[in-house]
């Protein structure tokens, strides 16, 4: 008897799941760590989450591993797929992570630092815990390879994107996994124009045409496009310098950019959407009304990118649960042909719109995308 485990290491929690190998890879047990940091809580699916005390990656990545273990009985481990956010120029399609790998991935550290050392942390923490166990590495970044010009480079010399500065986009494994279930189930919408909107702790939105994203608001780093959890979102460069000379220094600024900005930084209250929304500060509103403002922003954007729009698709934990997001987000877009069935929208229903053109929620899976490729890898 053998299993795939798959972990997904996000910027503040750690996803992970177990599966069976066949063709389409059938779940056993799933679960996730969230809210890293000094109150961790670990959540079985079909459980209750539980509090784990303070925990940063490393300690996730060992409560998991002993989870698993206990849950394996006589099976082996013959398979661990890991979410690897960044790719860079290199590497797109599933690949096995070899020493080299690592190494070459090793190196995009600066470009994904809250994501990319706790992703290949977990690989180092995998290849110890079943090392004769396959290890697939799946890039966020694969899913947008292949941009129109226009929406990859910056206007900077040109040298530096032939050196690989230029947008790369992310959520790649989401949007995956979301664009195939337009395809089986709503081919139509398959051929036309779709933005999906990952709303989550990390958030991005991306134009898919005909199967294909032909733009992301992620740009080089994980800090582009719409503003998130503790990520800045969109920002002057001239602010930079401003901060700069001032006196703030490279590690200052990253710090504040990556975990003290967004909803966090702008309420000063926290990142959890949830709990801005059940907030009564003038601060809490005001920071949703930045988030909102900024997705419709980018909304617009895309559907002209795109010469217009058949589908707006959320998913991701804001955009699969917040229903007042939703409805925020689509009120005042009946010019784009939006409008909202507040019913379907309040209980989370997989359509949830009435006009011409369609919204839906769907449920991403980036396990299960990591999955189908570590079994597709062990043939």
Do not use: W
């Not at 809490?284 to 589908?311: N, W």
């Not at 719109?353 to 396990?367: A, K, M, N, Q, S």
């Amino acid at each position: 008897m053998s299993a795939i485990l798959t972990l997904n290491a996000g910027s503040s929690s750690l996803k992970f799941a177990v599966y069976a190998p066949a063709p389409e890879p059938e779940l056993n047990l799933s679960g996730l760590i969230e809210n890293l940091g000094p109150l961790a809580r670990m959540k079985l699916k079909g459980e209750d989450a539980r509090e784990i005390g303070p925990a940063d990656h490393a300690a996730a990545v060992r409560a998991i591993l002993s989870t698993v273990e206990g849950h394996l009985g006589d099976r082996d481990v013959v398979g661990v797929g890991h979410r690897i956010v960044h790719g860079g120029k290199t590497f797109g399609d599933p690949v096995a992570l070899t020493a080299d790998v690592i190494a070459q991935l090793t190196a995009l550290n600066p470009l994904a630092p809250l994501h990319q050392p706790h992703n290949l942390a977990a690989v180092a923490a995998a290849q110890a815990a079943f090392p004769e166990a396959l290890q697939i590495g799946c890039f966020d970044t694969a899913f947008h390879r292949g941009h129109p010009f226009v929406n990859d480079a910056f206007a900077l010399p040109r040298h530096l994107y032939d050196e690989g500065v230029r947008r790369y986009g992310f959520h790649g494994l989401s949007y995956d996994y979301v664009t195939g279930v337009v395809a089986q189930q709503r081919p139509d919408l398959a051929r036309g124009r779709v933005v999906v909107c990952h709303l989550g702790n990390g958030a991005s939105m991306c134009a898919v045409q005909g199967g294909r994203s032909i733009g992301s608001t992620m740009g080089f780093s994980a800090l582009d496009g719409l503003p998130m959890g503790t990520r800045c979102g969109q920002l002057d460069p001239g602010v930079l310098l401003y901060l700069m000379a001032r006196g703030m220094g490279a590690a200052q600024i990253e710090q504040m950019l990556y975990l003290e900005s967004g909803l966090k930084g702008l309420s000063g209250i926290s990142h959890d959407m949830r709990t801005l929304l059940a907030s009564a500060a003038p601060e809490a509103a005001e920071a949703i009304d930045y988030y909102v403002f900024r997705i419709k922003r980018e909304l617009g954007a895309m559907a002209a990118v795109m010469g217009g729009l058949d589908a707006v698709v959320f998913c991701g934990g804001i955009g699969e649960n917040a229903a007042p997001i939703r409805a925020r987000v689509i009120e005042g877009l009946g010019f784009l042909g939006l409008q909202l069935d507040a019913a379907a929208n309040a209980v989370n229903a997989t359509d949830i719109g009435i006009g011409p053109t369609e919204i839906l929620v769907i449920r991403t899976d980036e396990e299960r995308v990591i999955a189908r490729a570590v079994a597709r890898a062990l043939g």
